[in-house]
């Protein structure tokens, strides 16, 4: 039908036109089974891939469905081979599954379930699976421990049969957890729709397709809602594992306002706290700290501490190795990440899934603009040129080391300072990643600077300023790339990065996009010098984030300071 939205492509791409009558419920059966790539205004594209499917596949969507919601949505025939490789596809997903053994004692061994004999012939002779299918009960059964579950599950997806995990998961010790209609400040609450969709999806009621999974939310979208909607669904002890103790506090903060969970029922695990309590809430660093590098890690026994009913993974794209290894032994509990983009720059988006479990909830960033749960941002690259004096050691630097000298190009300074006049009275972040240019700028706004080595203390009190209007602008380092409440901010000004990280680009956008009164308008400057390996990166970085939508208006130094000089521009 020629105004069907779906163009469906034979490399498996398929394009959107989002101003197709039917373009909302394509997106929607779109979404279920397919990966966006990019969504700008008129045409977004997705891709069909084997770990798309499989997410599909995971969350109970029928193969049949796909293929219906290809050829029902498409505007052109669906190329034949297309719907074939997605049938491969889906095929190989339940090829394999993991049951609980009903005759092993306590539950402690599961049965791996293959198709036909000739399937686990295959298998238990691959090089990462034979070590772990040692005991084969029939043909097509092995009896394996339940530590190897998730060991088992990582070997299967690299083989490109991943498992369906229907040996289900440990209760855990029972909390009694409620969601408040009013929060502690006296603010109604309850979830939104989208929130509480994300939560069912991942609950599932209990059953075994439900109780591990990934949310993909953007920043300020309220990803820390959707798991205290899950805590509050499992009614269980709770282990919530974030990436500072910044974060821990306020993940604990949101708890108390939020749920009817007493002060002392939470507990904070990290630095000099170490207390477990029905809810815990600790870092990544904790749990991957050890007194020297060939040591063991001196408290990954907090997994053991309890009888945990669930898991939650903040930033779940982090997931430092130590905590994969960890986590391929606790498949036997629920386990939620939380992320605001699956992309790993190391490529282990197949191990999140195999560990922690397929994507459950993805809403698009542009969706949540349109509907205002989340700020309209303007994205803006800055390009400044490399002074004189710097020309000629740039020329002969190393490729690293040119990457630091237009980084820390002096000039960036004073673009800072007119982008501060340009924007006057909006709450301003400047996140950077080198110290001493970092100290150059803070000196020279006369703005309090958080870095790594700042105390908690008084790290804690600069960021509760902030968030009280005291200072009108904070430098800050890679230490506020992540989980960081900070609503008020509108103007973030990043002047040096790490390297192409779309992750990192997107995060820092997510400092700014939560809602605002009044415009719920943000600004996002990427200062860079012109003309080197620093704007090779940048627009690297930007892919991300064009991705979903958003556009970057390019101006150099000299346009920017005549506008700040006649009025605060656009």
């Not at 991957?288 to 001196?298: P, V």
Request: proline letters at 5%.
């Amino acid at each position: 039908m020629s105004d069907n939205p779906l163009i469906v492509q034979s490399d498996l791409t398929v394009l959107v036109d989002v101003s197709a009558p039917r373009y909302p419920d394509a997106r929607d059966a779109l979404a279920r089974f397919a990966e966006l790539v990019k969504s700008p205004e008129h045409i977004h594209t997705y891709r069909i891939s084997p770990l798309s499917i499989w997410n599909a596949c995971a969350a109970g969507v029928p193969i049949d469905e796909i293929v219906g919601a290809l050829a029902d949505f498409s505007r052109f025939a669906v190329p034949a081979h297309v719907l074939t490789q997605v049938r491969d596809f889906a095929a190989r997903f339940g090829r394999v599954r993991i049951e609980r053994d009903p005759a092993s004692l306590g539950g402690e061994q599961l049965l791996v379930f293959t198709s036909d004999a000739v399937l686990a012939e295959e298998l238990c002779h691959g090089k990462q699976l034979s070590a772990l299918l040692t005991e084969r009960v029939w043909p097509n059964c092995f009896r394996i421990r339940q530590i190897d579950r998730g060991r088992i599950k990582q070997g299967l997806i690299k083989a490109g049969f991943p498992a369906e995990d229907i040996a289900g998961y440990s209760t855990g010790e029972a909390l009694a957890v409620t969601l408040r209609t009013v929060t502690r400040h006296g603010v109604p609450f309850a979830l939104r729709d989208y929130q509480d969709a994300a939560v069912q999806a991942f609950h599932a009621q209990g059953g075994d397709r439900g109780g591990s999974g990934v949310i993909v939310l953007p920043c300020g979208a309220g990803k820390t809602i959707v798991a205290m909607g899950a805590i509050a669904a499992v009614q269980a002890n709770t282990l919530i594992l974030t990436t500072s103790v910044s974060a821990v506090r306020q993940w604990i903060a949101e708890l108390l306002d939020k749920t009817g969970i007493s002060e002392e029922m939470i507990g904070e695990y990290g630095g000099a706290t170490k207390a477990v309590r029905p809810i815990t809430v600790a870092t990544y660093q904790m749990l991957t700290h050890r007194a020297r590098t060939s040591g063991e890690f001196t408290h990954l026994a907090l997994f053991d501490e309890r009888n945990w009913g669930l898991i939650v993974y903040d930033e779940v794209h982090l997931l430092p190795a130590p905590v994969f290894q960890i986590t391929a032994t606790l498949q036997a509990r629920r386990r939620l990440g939380l992320t605001a983009t699956l992309v790993r720059e190391d490529g282990r988006e197949d191990d999140v899934f195999a560990l922690i479990g397929p994507k459950k909830a993805d809403v698009p960033w542009k969706v949540l603009e349109r509907q205002g749960w989340i700020a309209t941002a303007v994205c803006t690259e800055v390009r400044v040129p490399l002074p004189e004096a710097a020309r000629l050691p740039y020329a002969v630097a190393e490729s690293r080391h040119k990457f630091r000298i237009a980084s820390e190009n002096e000039e960036k300074t004073p673009v800072v300072r007119d982008i501060m006049a340009r924007h006057a009275g909006e709450p301003a972040l400047i996140i950077g990643m080198y110290i001493e240019q970092l100290e150059t700028i803070a000196h020279s706004l006369s703005a309090p600077l958080i870095t790594g080595t700042t105390a908690q203390r008084k790290r804690d009190l600069l960021f509760e300023q902030f968030r009280a209007g005291l200072i009108p602008a904070l430098v800050v380092s890679k230490v506020a790339n992540f989980a960081i409440d900070l609503p008020d901010a509108s103007l973030a000004i990043q002047i040096s990065g790490t390297f192409g990280s779309r992750q990192e680009e997107a995060q820092r956008l997510g400092r700014v996009l939560r809602p605002k009164a009044g415009a719920n308008q943000a600004h996002f400057y990427s200062v860079i010098t012109a003309d080197t390996v620093e704007q090779d990166f940048a627009l690297k970085r930007q892919l991300f984030l064009c991705e979903q939508g958003y556009e970057y208006a390019i101006r150099d130094a000299a346009e920017l300071r005549v506008d700040a000089s006649g009025g605060t521009g656009s």
